[in-house]
């Protein structure tokens, strides 16, 4: 594990603001484009919006972080800017087109045009980091794109399942029905793409088992393995409940949505230290 000063604090947040914006705008996007909720809902759409812009912001400081990271510190970073971005560039154009195309769909409440800007948006991930470094940098890729806009879909559950006043329990129940019809095959998908992926960056058994790296994945995977039980449990348990009585499921469901927010907060956490201090050694 990598010691940590001032600058490297820095970096590890500008990360996290990364994968947290990138998956709030993809789980979105993706929940809209699979109908699970409403892209005509204006509310949503102003949602989407503000979850670009903030991507957007997310990535373009980070590209200036990475320069005053490799310049170490302030001073010198403006004239690394171009070697930062020609490194970078793939990444960069991705999450931009990306952050159009999500405002667009947005915009014209297109779902095709979410689905493709979500896609692209984690791609953008894969373009950089260890996949980029990677001997097979395009299969890499692909793998991490495909994960984390399953893990976006997946992770942004407690913010459109949550019961509120403004929503319905007809509406609720059918989101959450409706989200799990599609969930029963995202999240196993997400968790052979991770796998995968531990098996590519992770340096085998010996490297998985004896490294920070291994640690971060392992915790992650645990995480996974508990929202993966509480989501059968709302499957089996909760589902109908919302439809028959809604007074008793919707606290169930909030209680669950709880947990599932602070399992998939401990992963994303483990994923930004996995990418950052904690990474395999190369
Ligand atoms: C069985 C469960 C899981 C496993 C085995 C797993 C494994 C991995 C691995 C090995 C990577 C590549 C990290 C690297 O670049 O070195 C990764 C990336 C990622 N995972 Fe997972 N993961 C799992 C579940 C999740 C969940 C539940 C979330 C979200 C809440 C998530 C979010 C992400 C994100 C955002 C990335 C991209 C990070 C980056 O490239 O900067 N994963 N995952």
């Not at 996290?16 to 929940?31: D, E, F, K, P, R």
């Not at 005509?40 to 400081?61: F, G, H, K, N």
């Not at 990271?69 to 970078?88: H, M, P, R, S, T």
């Not at 599609?182 to 196993?188: E, G, L, S, Y």
């Amino acid at each position: 594990m990598l010691a940590l000063d001032g600058l490297g604090v820095a970096g590890l947040f500008v990360k996290a603001a990364w994968v947290v914006t990138g998956l709030w705008a993809i789980g979105l996007s993706m929940q809209a484009a699979c109908g699970v909720i409403s892209a005509r809902e204006a509310s949503l759409r102003r949602s989407i919006l503000v979850a670009a812009t903030a991507l957007a912001v997310a990535v373009a400081t980070r590209f200036g972080m990475s320069a005053v990271e490799l310049a170490g510190g302030l001073d010198g970073a403006i004239g690394l800017a171009g070697l930062v971005f020609e490194i970078k560039q793939n990444s960069i154009f991705s999450s931009a087109t990306a952050c159009c195309l999500l405002a667009a769909g947005a915009a014209f409440r297109s779902r095709l045009l979410l689905a493709c800007g979500a896609i692209l948006a984690a791609l953008a991930f894969g373009l950089t980091g260890h996949a980029r470094s990677h001997d097979m940098p395009w299969l890499a890729a692909g793998i991490v794109g495909l994960h984390v806009v399953l893990a976006g879909f997946w992770a942004s559950a407690p913010l459109t399942l949550w019961p509120i006043n403004s929503l319905s329990s007809v509406e609720l129940a059918a989101r959450n029905r409706r989200f799990g019809q599609v969930a029963i095959i995202a999240v196993p998908g997400l968790m052979i793409a991770g796998a995968g992926l531990a098996w590519l960056f992770g340096g085998g058994v010996e490297g998985l088992t004896r490294s920070a790296y291994g640690t971060m994945i392992a915790i992650k995977a645990i995480c996974a393995i508990v929202a993966l039980c509480l989501g059968a449990w709302n499957r089996l348990a909760l589902a109908e409940a919302l439809e028959t009585e809604p007074s008793r499921a919707q606290p169930l469901l909030a209680r669950a949505m709880a947990l599932d927010a602070a399992l998939f907060a401990a992963a994303i956490l483990a994923v930004v230290f996995a990418t950052t201090i904690a990474a395999p050694a190369s």
